[in-house]
């Protein structure tokens, strides 16, 4: 399961439904990459070393097997090359079962922006496995943002990948259910000892089930104890009994067994009680437990060995299952009959590891699934830095955090308005985002007042002039202050240190201590962003720094290069632009790693 339905989601979705790289030529530019390459040719590129293969490669991404996939797909493209892939994809990999959750349709953030905006990458490096994109006129270079977002959602559909994607839901809380971290950094997580000591019966209930390798009319009795059916009812029960065991068999060995079904209407102790807080799932909030801290929401009926699947993928086979806290609903979301199980994997017990609970947007209810394996494939981009200022007071409703935000704003206020002399809207920062924002207000004949830090912030950094014209010439704007240039005023040194929300006034500072007030139409504060990993628990510390929060410039999470997972936790991955790939021709290479080692962890 993952969070993130952009371009690393889709990725990761193809890869995870079969369709893996092989080798076809090793005749690349790069002679020692070429003879590394040689032997491998007609091999399947998820089995082979790819700390070797990649050994030596740089690029504009720092993760190994994101430059070494990007190499394979686009050969010396920095260097202008347009050679052909010396990878193809082929359905030969094994299917794990997935879902891929989304705050929208397949696509990501590609849906929230102005679609008349370029973007940085060359059309043809936007493309994702198997599907090359090709502009719609046939002449762009550069692609319009609306043209790739709707490439996107396309390929989700013509790859057959819709059935794995759940939009329109927000991940609230990510919660383990056993070991997630490495010993070295363990946690408490669900241990039995912990459990609240009022009776046999709570104890009892409070321990996973323990795990049965036959069909044995004997598995009831590990299930359930005499006491407990004598005290308790047959509708609720205890959600730490929510320890299904697999049984992996080897190829086309039949998976027998049954759920094991406990009733009870014990008391839980509250940390324990996963599913406290789902009581009522109409409100905004969750709400809180009642004050016996029921166990509830989580009956399950017997099911007999016809409900199991005939086959399990290997070790994989986790059945990922929905556990709606909606009126007590519980509906299971059932693994692929058609993955094959490899012949090394012999009774495989699988237990889940995360719980993830989700809000859907549109039936308005929460829904928890667990899992084996979660991946972070969400953006860099979901909350906009805002300066201490915001800390102090309220933002008024005339800020703006995102250039498509201005743009509706000016839209919205100027399209019947006839002032030939409207106030300057205020742009703070010195990003591409606050060029786009420059262009945008300029390009409506609104006059733009530009503070930033320092003159050196350039825009021309690592993009040739005659591919990104617009951004140099507002570099040079930028560099001119504004004399040779109608409809804006730079000042470099300036900070908005006060606001008059009322009046739309702003206080501007320099660096220098000299301060002065401005009427404005809007402030648009493109100072960057950072990932939203609030569904995280607190004492998750994924950074390089344990101890500051995550920011993907100064304080990346802590992978392993190889594989992209997260160092001191178990089946926790990360790619994408968390971890540096901000550009979607290097995003394939993340799924490759995550995707090889879980083809090592489950014998594939």
Not at 592 to 601: E, G, M, P, V
Request: aromatic share 8%.
């Amino acid at each position: 399961m993952y969070s993130g339905n952009g371009p690393s989601g889709l990725s990761l979705s193809y890869m995870l439904q079969g369709n893996i790289p092989y080798v076809v030529s090793a005749d690349h530019p790069d002679e020692l990459l070429a003879a590394r390459l040689k032997p491998f040719v007609g091999k399947s590129l998820v089995h082979q070393n790819l700390r070797f293969l990649a050994e030596g490669l740089e690029g504009r991404s720092t993760n190994m097997v994101s430059l070494l996939l990007d190499a394979l797909i686009h050969p010396y493209a920095d260097m202008g090359l347009e050679l052909q892939p010396l990878v193809e994809w082929r359905p030969d990999g094994n299917k794990m079962e997935h879902l891929v959750l989304g705050k929208g349709p397949p696509g990501g953030a590609w849906h929230t922006m102005d679609p008349q905006i370029l973007t940085l990458s060359l059309g043809s490096w936007m493309s994702l496995p198997g599907l090359p994109y090709n502009s719609r006129d046939g002449s762009e270079k550069r692609a319009f943002a609306g043209n790739i977002a709707k490439y996107y959602e396309d390929y989700a559909t013509k790859m057959g990948l819709q059935e794995n994607f759940v939009s329109n839901t927000i991940v609230t809380k990510v919660k383990p259910l056993r070991n997630a971290k490495s010993p070295e950094n363990q946690i408490s997580a669900m241990d039995v000892d912990d459990c609240a000591p009022e009776s046999k019966c709570d104890r009892q209930q409070c321990m996973w089930v323990k795990k049965v390798k036959e069909d044995t009319p004997e598995k009831r009795k590990l299930c359930l104890a005499p006491e407990l059916a004598e005290n308790c009812r047959k509708i609720e029960l205890c959600p730490l009994s929510n320890a299904l065991y697999l049984i992996g068999c080897g190829r086309k060995k039949k998976l027998k067994g049954d759920r094991c079904h406990l009733s009870c209407n014990i008391k839980c102790n509250p940390s324990y009680n996963i599913f406290d807080s789902y009581e009522k799932v109409s409100d905004n909030d969750v709400s809180s437990s009642s004050s016996n801290n029921r166990c509830r929401n989580l009956s399950y009926s017997e099911k007999s060995s016809s409900n199991f699947h005939d086959e399990l993928p290997g070790r994989f086979n986790y059945y990922c299952r929905s556990l709606s806290s909606y009126e007590g609903l519980n509906t299971d979301v059932p693994c692929s009959s058609n993955s094959v199980a490899n012949s090394s994997n012999k009774d495989a017990d699988v237990q889940p590891v995360w719980l993830v609970e989700v809000y859907d947007k549109v039936q308005q209810r929460y829904t928890t699934y667990t899992c084996n394996n979660l991946v972070l494939a969400n953006g860099a981009s979901d909350i906009p830095n805002k300066l201490n200022l915001s800390n102090q007071k309220p933002d008024p409703d005339w800020f703006a955090y995102t250039v498509r935000d201005l743009e509706i704003a000016l839209d919205n206020s100027f399209r019947n308005n006839s002032n030939l002399n409207p106030d300057p809207v205020l742009v703070v920062g010195a990003g591409l985002s606050a060029a786009d924002a420059i262009i945008a207000a300029r390009g409506r004949n609104i006059p733009v007042l530009h503070v930033f830090k320092s003159k050196s912030e350039g825009l021309n950094k690592q993009l040739p002039e005659n591919m990104y014209p617009e951004y140099h010439k507002v570099h040079q704007m930028m560099v001119d202050g504004g004399s040779s240039y109608p409809f804006y005023k730079a000042l470099p040194g300036y900070t908005l240190t006060d606001f008059n929300a009322s009046k739309k006034i702003v206080e501007l500072t320099s660096n220098t201590g000299k301060s002065e007030t401005v009427s404005v139409s809007f402030a648009a504060i493109l100072i960057g962003s950072r990932p939203d990993l609030s569904f995280l628990p607190e004492n998750f510390n994924l950074g390089v720094n344990r101890n500051l929060p995550v920011d993907c410039k100064t304080n990346p999470i802590d992978i392993d290069q190889l594989t992209h997972a997260v160092n001191g936790y178990n089946g926790l991955y990360v790619m994408g632009p968390l971890v540096g790939d901000n550009f979607v021709r290097f995003i394939p290479g993340g799924a490759l790693a995550i995707l090889s080692d879980l083809y090592r962890k489950y014998g594939y």
